[in-house]
């Protein structure tokens, strides 16, 4: 099969990793890709936001399925756009309705009222309300969340411990923070516990596979500490994620988000990433993305045992009950080594040497660069994914930080506690 793949990151490259390892396999394109995507396929320097040029490249090379790695273009659209234009082509991702389930907070929380599905109580205001908003505020005990309904890179939800302090945030929020995205806010009751990501593909008729479980850690310092970032490392699989645990997610999040979807009307035929919190062994939702996770993506696909390219089209046809999802039942740990200065301002351009082949350990590119001479560069905040396999997570997390500390480049940066949380 001839496939494209949108995006650039380490999600990217993990994704690709694994459709070159199909035999079904023919040709890979990666838009726009990095430095490490290219072992994989061939790099396209295209924005898989413009979508009439991703149209062009599709028909020229007769690719048959789009694999949408980020949510910009599933909230802009692109399979409304490829289902108008050029109705054969597969496409891996949910449509504009279904992926207002993460470009919309304040939708994604009334489609979890409408189905019951385990979520923090909480009400949407915009300016005109602020002073119900306000009156909300009051009804709420500490910490305070507040979520900027729109898309906000990964930035718009504030965590906030003093009333008066959340008071002066949400009307921040709502003057423009975050532009149009914070025009409405979801306010929410704070929920205490332990984090993890699941990951459902799923085909628009009730089929849907779940894909092994991670954990990612969000902070920038060791601990929890510091201001968030894309992610610094994640584990699968994740030990609280029980049988009995994965078992009420399912009853209680996943089959209820199939149905509703389905009963809305909504062909979603793509990723769920349920971002879940275990409140004293109940899970509930924080969040909904319509794609992977990132770094979770770079411990899920090494996990997964079966053929992804079978995965994918059964998603994106509409028969995904017929293929399997086997997990690999070794522990896989990843650790992101990050440009000095990430999540804050960051230089790029910095070569990077040291043993980019270890043995044992699959380095996934995330912001790295090319160039036509073969240096390559560091070219964002995250710079590479360290993933390793190990008969538990212990010996995985070994093995991906020997082979971290073997990376070099100034500023060099990661955390030296990834998965140590659940191990204590
Ligand atoms: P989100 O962008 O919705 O994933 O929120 C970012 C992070 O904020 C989550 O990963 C959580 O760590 C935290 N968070 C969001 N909502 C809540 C909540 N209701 N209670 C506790 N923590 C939350
Ligand atoms: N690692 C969290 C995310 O991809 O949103």
């Given at each position: 099969m001839k496939i494209l793949l949108l995006g650039s990151g380490g999600r990217e490259c993990a994704i690709a990793r694994k459709i070159r390892k199909?035999?079904?396999?023919e040709e890979l394109y990666i838009a726009p890709g990095n430095g490490g995507t290219c072992s994989y396929g061939s790099n396209v320097p295209?924005?898989?936001?413009d979508f009439p040029a991703v149209l062009d490249f599709v028909l020229a090379k007769d690719i048959e399925m789009v694999v949408v790695g980020n949510e910009d273009p599933l909230v802009a659209g692109i399979r409304d756009f490829f289902a108008e234009n050029a109705p054969k082509v597969l496409v891996v991702g949910p449509g504009k309705d279904g992926a207002a389930l993460e470009g919309s907070k304040d939708f994604a929380k009334r489609f979890m009222a409408r189905h019951n599905i385990p979520t923090a109580r909480y009400q949407s205001f915009t300016k005109d309300d602020i002073d119900k908003a306000y009156t909300f505020l009051e009804t709420l005990t500490p910490p305070y969340v507040l979520k900027?309904?729109?898309?906000?890179?990964?930035?718009?939800v504030l965590i906030i411990d003093n009333l008066d302090e959340a008071k002066k945030s949400l009307r921040e929020m709502l003057d423009?923070?975050?532009?149009?995205?914070?025009?409405t806010v979801v306010i929410e009751e704070f929920l205490s516990g332990i984090e993890c990501s699941v990951f459902v593909l799923t085909d628009g008729n009730g089929g849907y596979r779940i894909l092994p479980e991670a954990k990612d850690y969000?902070?920038?310092?060791?601990?929890?500490?510091?201001l968030n970032t894309g992610g610094m490392g994640a584990i699968s699989?994740?030990?609280?994620?029980?049988p009995e645990f994965m078992a009420k997610v399912e009853e209680r999040i996943i089959k209820p988000t199939i149905e509703g979807l389905k009963a809305e009307g909504i062909d979603y035929r793509g990723f769920i990433f349920l971002g879940l919190i275990n409140v004293k062994g109940e899970p509930m939702v924080i969040e909904y993305n319509v794609r992977m996770g990132d770094p979770e993506t770079e411990v899920v696909m090494p996990r997964l045992a079966s053929d992804l390219i079978d995965l994918l089209e059964g998603a994106a046809r509409g028969?995904?009950?017929?293929i399997p999802a086997e997990a690999d039942p070794r522990a896989a740990a990843t650790v992101m080594v990050v440009s000095g200065g990430y999540p804050g301002s960051y230089p790029k351009g910095l070569p990077i040497t040291g043993n980019?082949?270890?043995?044992g350990t699959i380095l996934y590119h995330a912001g790295t660069k090319l160039t036509p001479n073969g240096t390559l560069l560091t070219s964002g905040g995250r710079v590479i994914a360290a993933t390793s396999f190990g008969k538990d997570l212990p010996e995985a997390l070994a093995r991906s930080y020997r082979a971290v500390e073997g990376i070099e480049y100034d500023g060099k940066y990661y955390r030296r506690d990834i998965g140590q949380d659940v191990l204590s």
């Amino acid at each position: 099969m001839k496939i494209l793949l949108l995006g650039s990151g380490g999600r990217e490259c993990a994704i690709a990793r694994k459709i070159r390892k199909s035999p079904r396999c023919e040709e890979l394109y990666i838009a726009p890709g990095n430095g490490g995507t290219c072992s994989y396929g061939s790099n396209v320097p295209l924005s898989p936001l413009d979508f009439p040029a991703v149209l062009d490249f599709v028909l020229a090379k007769d690719i048959e399925m789009v694999v949408v790695g980020n949510e910009d273009p599933l909230v802009a659209g692109i399979r409304d756009f490829f289902a108008e234009n050029a109705p054969k082509v597969l496409v891996v991702g949910p449509g504009k309705d279904g992926a207002a389930l993460e470009g919309s907070k304040d939708f994604a929380k009334r489609f979890m009222a409408r189905h019951n599905i385990p979520t923090a109580r909480y009400q949407s205001f915009t300016k005109d309300d602020i002073d119900k908003a306000y009156t909300f505020l009051e009804t709420l005990t500490p910490p305070y969340v507040l979520k900027a309904d729109g898309l906000a890179a990964g930035k718009g939800v504030l965590i906030i411990d003093n009333l008066d302090e959340a008071k002066k945030s949400l009307r921040e929020m709502l003057d423009g923070m975050f532009g149009a995205s914070s025009a409405t806010v979801v306010i929410e009751e704070f929920l205490s516990g332990i984090e993890c990501s699941v990951f459902v593909l799923t085909d628009g008729n009730g089929g849907y596979r779940i894909l092994p479980e991670a954990k990612d850690y969000k902070r920038i310092g060791e601990g929890d500490t510091g201001l968030n970032t894309g992610g610094m490392g994640a584990i699968s699989p994740v030990p609280f994620a029980t049988p009995e645990f994965m078992a009420k997610v399912e009853e209680r999040i996943i089959k209820p988000t199939i149905e509703g979807l389905k009963a809305e009307g909504i062909d979603y035929r793509g990723f769920i990433f349920l971002g879940l919190i275990n409140v004293k062994g109940e899970p509930m939702v924080i969040e909904y993305n319509v794609r992977m996770g990132d770094p979770e993506t770079e411990v899920v696909m090494p996990r997964l045992a079966s053929d992804l390219i079978d995965l994918l089209e059964g998603a994106a046809r509409g028969d995904l009950a017929e293929i399997p999802a086997e997990a690999d039942p070794r522990a896989a740990a990843t650790v992101m080594v990050v440009s000095g200065g990430y999540p804050g301002s960051y230089p790029k351009g910095l070569p990077i040497t040291g043993n980019l082949y270890p043995q044992g350990t699959i380095l996934y590119h995330a912001g790295t660069k090319l160039t036509p001479n073969g240096t390559l560069l560091t070219s964002g905040g995250r710079v590479i994914a360290a993933t390793s396999f190990g008969k538990d997570l212990p010996e995985a997390l070994a093995r991906s930080y020997r082979a971290v500390e073997g990376i070099e480049y100034d500023g060099k940066y990661y955390r030296r506690d990834i998965g140590q949380d659940v191990l204590s």
